[in-house]
């Protein structure tokens, strides 16, 4: 199967730097999305990558290992709002989801 | 412009009680997806469709129909409602395979 694993929950702090990461088994997927979900709303598009590298998005960055099958979400000078979980998704005939990331942030 | 609207927002069931839960897009969007999704776990896909008069099984279909007859709705059915599926119910919708618009759940609770 494809399995898409990220760590259950992170803590940070107001202001700080934070990396989710993102592994996966490397056959079939065309590329990476990642979501962001606060609680009790919708799953809302952060970020998609389909080849290696980050891309920037103002304070939010991705980055994509094919090879390693592995991803990050990089949210700088963290805000309140910001705690949400986050969702990696890899992209084969469909969305494949992982558990989500829960993030929480403490001023 | 509603994007994606799901209806009902809340919902109590009986053991054994059917219903149909509502997703209405306006996006032109030939992809639609119903998901579920559970405490501690990713969004589990239940069916999608590719395009009006398609339907096809995802992940976790038991127990689950749905019907595209239009477009712009996709309607998913429990025939017989039991405990387990008591979840959050999310409907989504996307132009290729690729990003995917949520709306704003359903809550079923199943006693």
């Known amino acids: 199967g494809q399995n898409i694993d990220q760590p259950t929950e992170m803590t940070a702090t107001e202001g700080a730097i934070v990396q989710i990461n993102c592994t996966y088994q490397?056959?079939?997927?065309?590329?990476l999305f990642w979501y962001q979900q606060h609680a009790g709303e919708a799953p809302t598009f952060l970020s998609y990558?389909?080849l290696d590298g980050l891309e920037e998005k103002g304070r939010f960055s991705s980055f994509l290992s094919r090879s390693k099958g592995y991803s990050y979400l990089l949210l700088k000078e963290l805000q309140m709002k910001d705690s949400a979980s986050y969702l990696c998704?890899?992209?084969?005939?469909?969305?494949?989801w992982g558990a989500g990331t829960k993030l929480i942030i403490k001023p | 412009n509603a994007g994606v609207t799901q209806t009902p927002k809340f919902r109590v069931l009986k053991t054994g009680q059917s219903m149909t839960l509502l997703c209405a897009q306006d996006?032109?969007?030939?992809?639609m997806y119903w998901y579920r999704q559970d405490p501690g776990m990713g969004l589990r896909l239940i069916h999608y469709?590719?395009?009006?008069?398609?339907?096809a099984k995802g992940e976790v279909p038991d127990g689950y129909n749905v019907s595209r007859l239009k477009k712009q709705n996709f309607l998913l059915g429990l025939e017989s409602a039991a405990p387990s599926q008591t979840s959050v119910y999310f409907c989504?919708?996307?132009?290729?395979?690729?990003?995917?618009?949520f709306g704003d759940g359903t809550r079923l609770s199943i006693l």
């Open positions: 989504a919708t996307s132009r290729d395979r690729g990003n995917q618009h």
């Open positions: 996006m032109n969007h030939e992809y």
């Open positions: 469709s590719v395009g009006e008069g398609t339907t």
């Open positions: 490397t056959s079939g997927f065309n590329g």
């Open positions: 990558n389909v």
């Open positions: 998704a890899g992209l084969n005939y469909q969305l494949i």
